[in-house]
């Protein structure tokens, strides 16, 4: 079932979120500053890949990662959070739309806080 789920959420709309979350993390990487937060960038866009099957754990970050979640949050997070939890609603209307959904709201939880983040298979 993860198989199938992730081919059908690359057909429709996978690529296109990936490669959003790919080119944010470029251009966060042009400074040395935004580096920590590219990374963070490539991170998610490898899940929004390729989600299902995968599970994400939070936490496990010092006093280094909760400034940079802090930052992260204040910046752009909550807009990265924001954008995955309203399209997370929208796929939940329809009874077919909620794996996708659920999806979104994994990468939503990510999207805030993504430093000391663990992506794991189940």
């Given at each position: 079932?993860n198989?199938?789920g992730?081919?059908?959420?690359?057909?429709f709309?996978?690529?296109?979120g990936?490669?959003?979350?790919?080119?944010?993390?470029?251009?966060l990487?042009?400074t040395?500053?935004?580096?920590?937060?590219?990374?963070?960038?490539?991170k998610i866009?490898?899940?929004v890949l390729?989600?299902?099957?995968k599970e994400?754990?939070?936490g496990?970050?010092g006093?280094g990662?909760?400034?940079?979640n802090?930052i992260?949050l204040?910046l752009?997070?909550?807009?990265f959070?924001l954008?995955h939890?309203?399209?997370?609603?929208?796929?939940?209307?329809?009874?077919?739309?909620i794996p996708?959904?659920?999806?979104h709201?994994?990468?939503?939880?990510?999207g805030?806080?993504p430093?000391?983040a663990k992506?794991y298979?189940?």
């Amino acid at each position: 079932m993860n198989f199938l789920g992730n081919i059908i959420w690359l057909i429709f709309g996978g690529i296109i979120g990936a490669i959003v979350w790919f080119l944010a993390g470029l251009l966060l990487c042009i400074t040395i500053i935004g580096i920590p937060f590219g990374v963070q960038c490539f991170k998610i866009a490898e899940l929004v890949l390729w989600p299902f099957g995968k599970e994400v754990e939070l936490g496990n970050f010092g006093a280094g990662g909760l400034i940079f979640n802090i930052i992260w949050l204040i910046l752009f997070g909550w807009e990265f959070a924001l954008a995955h939890l309203i399209t997370g609603l929208i796929f939940c209307i329809t009874i077919i739309g909620i794996p996708f959904g659920l999806q979104h709201f994994k990468l939503a939880k990510l999207g805030i806080i993504p430093f000391g983040a663990k992506i794991y298979q189940k």
